[in-house]
């Protein structure tokens, strides 16, 4: 680990117990069940009773709809500055351990259309921890707040307990990057990188951005077009992932872009049962834009 990277990573450590400690920071507990489905381990979380009691109490604040969670952020979030038009926060819910925020300063809306800027502070992350980037383009996507932000969880891609969909991707076909995937039987796009975009510095941005733009036109989306249609975006030191989407749930359930990496969540231990029966591709397939 760089010493750059050992420094991001000790930001993370001082901050998650400095926030905990004052309250700041509400961890959600939750229990787990592995869902296997075309040979890729789907990991479905729900919240157990208490935790879910507690959750509903702790979110249900009577704020209005336009609350901006963002401006100004709390403080005792704060992990780091990303540039100067970013930052990163921990996320004050959180389910799965360091689990960060990348929000924009001046206040954009989750679907304007993503820029270099975006790409290189979620890279500055990525690139010294590795783990996955991704971001929720809409309410249609799974985005729970409006001011735009992407994401970023400490996983290894190349670990099916981590990102279980990297256990299909390794079957793309390199010669395409619509629909590649043939485990997914839903519209994507996708794109492994060589290692000339870990050495490419400060172009890093611009260069994601342009493979953004490339995999959002084989999906008939202008990555211009704001505000843009719903999509969800996964980034690793690897490859990209972007799907199109369709609609934000399924039967009560909410789908973001962990979804699309093998991590879904369920309301209640009781939809297992259909889950499993429905199958966790079938789900995704039914809240993908058709191809």
């Given amino acids: 680990m760089t010493a750059s990277a050992q420094q991001l990573d000790l930001s993370i450590t001082i901050c998650i117990r ?3 400690a004052s309250g700041a920071l509400q961890p959600i507990a939750t229990e787990q069940l592995t869902i296997e489905d075309q040979g890729i381990p789907f990991v479905v979380r729900w919240v157990p009773a208490l935790a879910r009691k507690r959750l509903k109490t702790v979110t249900d604040s009577g704020r209005r709809p336009d609350y901006n969670p963002f401006l100004p952020h709390d403080p005792a979030l704060e992990v780091s500055a990303l540039g100067p038009a970013h930052v990163a926060l921990l996320n004050k819910f959180p389910v799965m351990d360091r689990h960060l925020l990348v929000i924009t300063r001046e206040y954009a809306p989750q679907t304007a259309p993503l820029t270099g800027s975006d790409f290189a502070a979620l890279w500055s992350i990525i690139m010294r921890l590795g783990g996955m980037g991704f971001c929720n383009g809409g309410r249609d996507a799974g985005a729970s707040q409006h001011h735009k932000h992407l994401q970023w969880i400490p996983a290894r891609p190349d670990d099916a307990t981590s990102v279980p969909v990297a256990v299909a991707l390794a079957g793309a076909d390199p010669r395409a990057t619509l629909n590649p995937v043939p485990a997914l039987p839903f519209g994507h796009a996708f794109c492994r990188f060589d290692d ?4 490419a510095g400060a172009d890093a ?22 505000p843009l249609p719903p999509y969800n975006l996964l980034l690793t030191r690897r490859w990209m992932l972007v799907v199109r989407r369709s ?7 909410s789908i973001n872009s962990l ?33």
């Avoid at 084989?218 to 990555?223: A, F």
């Avoid at 699309?260 to 591709?281: C, D, H, I, N, R």
Wanted: aromatic share 6%.
């Fill in 18 to 20: 400095s926030a905990l």
């Fill in 196 to 199: 000339d975009l870990e050495r």
């Fill in 247 to 253: 609609r934000e749930s399924w039967q009560r359930m």
């Fill in 259 to 291: 979804g699309y990496a093998g991590l879904l969540f369920v309301p209640e231990q009781s939809q297992l049962e259909v889950v499993t029966q429905t199958g966790p591709l079938n789900i995704l397939k039914a809240v993908t834009a058709p191809r």
């Fill in 205 to 226: 941005g611009s260069l994601l951005h342009a493979c953004f733009s490339r995999l959002c036109a084989d999906l008939g989306i202008d990555s211009e077009d704001n």
